[in-house]
């Protein structure tokens, strides 16, 4: 099995900035994607940003410019460096990675971290 779970989070001023952090572990083979999502009240998940074990990123277009993802494969980690927040990035972040503990990919998460920007 693999246990997922974040860093990071909390309140902070619109134009200041966060870092989330997100640490896989458990019977880990391989993990192909790692990223962010996020749900605010009322709307569905949505991706942030994510990164393949090749370093190619992709990104939400709301956050392109502002938002960095990067990942530490030897420790199987991600990071997102938010910045220049916005209230509308005010959500629940979740990581999820797409990792390989037995035969078959699967996708595993972690139980999400609160972002509130205040106005």
């Known amino acids: 099995q693999v246990h997922v779970v974040e860093f990071g989070g909390g309140l902070v001023q619109a134009g200041g900035s966060l870092r989330l952090s997100c640490a896989a572990s458990g019977r880990i083979l391989s993990i192909v994607v790692m990223g962010w999502y996020r749900q605010a009240p009322g709307k569905q998940r949505e991706l942030v940003a994510d990164?393949?074990?090749?370093?190619?990123?992709n990104y939400a277009d709301s956050v392109k410019g502002r938002f960095t993802v990067s990942r530490d494969n030897a420790k199987n980690t991600v990071s997102l460096q938010m910045n220049s927040l916005k209230p509308e990035d005010t959500a629940v972040y979740y990581c999820k990675t797409t990792a390989k503990s037995g035969l078959y990919f699967d996708n595993y998460w972690g139980q999400g971290t609160q972002v509130t920007v205040s106005s």
């Open positions: 990164i393949n074990s090749g370093g190619i990123t």
